[in-house]
């Protein structure tokens, strides 16, 4: 019994911390476009919100980055 309920404790945590995690960027949609790459880094186009940037490990961003004035 004290095994289920851990168990069932741990997956509660672990659902809550997904989903915590996810939300910054739970509708971004990440494409690498390798013609633009640099040194700076690794070029990415969210085709969401039509973010741009460049990530240094060549790894899409963990969070969103929205510009500004988009809706």
Not at 23 to 30: F, H, L, N, S
């Given at each position: 019994m004290f095994v289920f309920i851990f168990l069932l404790i741990a997956?509660?945590?672990?659902?809550?911390?997904t989903f915590r995690s996810r939300?910054?960027?739970?509708?971004?949609?990440?494409r690498?476009?390798?013609s633009k790459d640099s040194e700076a880094g690794r070029y990415f186009i969210?085709?969401?919100c039509g973010a741009e940037t460049r990530t240094g490990d060549g790894k899409p961003p963990?969070?969103?980055r929205k510009p500004q004035?988009?809706?």
């Open positions: 997956v509660v945590v672990w659902m809550a911390v939300q910054a960027v739970k509708d971004c949609r990440w690498e476009n390798r969210c085709m969401n963990k969070i969103c004035d988009a809706s």
